[in-house]
């Protein structure tokens, strides 16, 4: 069973953009905070953004903070992260998360469900 499916990442140049979208399958999160998490090649897996069931509360990894946006669509059911100023650090595989709880967190273990990733590179 899928049910979050990730698209939107690539190839891009240092200072570019990618939009990433996550959509669920199989069952709908709309009472869910959603967040994105991200590991790069030899790293642990790190928080990178999420949002409340409503989308009035955000939270960001300090070093996206700025150049990253994530929000969901009016109906509740896709989540974006928006990426711009992207860098080589950056590089990663970007995994969309979705928690049991309507309210924000940032530890991983509280996010149920995930998606298979999508994977950003960023050259330089």
């Known amino acids: 069973q899928v049910y979050l499916v990730e698209s939107g990442g690539g190839l891009v140049q240092t200072g570019g953009s990618l939009k990433l979208s996550c959509a669920p399958s199989?069952?709908?999160?709309?009472?869910?905070?959603m967040a994105w998490f991200r590991q790069a090649p030899g790293k642990e897996r790190e928080f990178v953004a999420a949002?409340?069931?409503?989308?009035?509360?955000?939270e960001y990894l300090d070093s996206v903070k700025a150049r990253f946006t994530i929000f969901r669509d009016n109906a509740k059911t896709i989540v974006y992260l928006q990426m711009t100023s992207l860098k080589p650090e950056d590089t990663a595989v970007y995994y969309c998360?979705?928690?049991?709880?309507?309210?924000?967190?940032?530890?991983?273990?509280?996010?149920?469900?995930w998606g298979q990733g999508t994977q950003v590179t960023v050259s330089e």
């Open positions: 199989g069952r709908t999160f709309g009472n869910s905070a």
């Open positions: 998360a979705a928690a049991n709880r309507p309210s924000i967190t940032t530890f991983g273990w509280t996010y149920a469900y």
């Open positions: 949002i409340s069931w409503s989308g009035d509360s955000t």
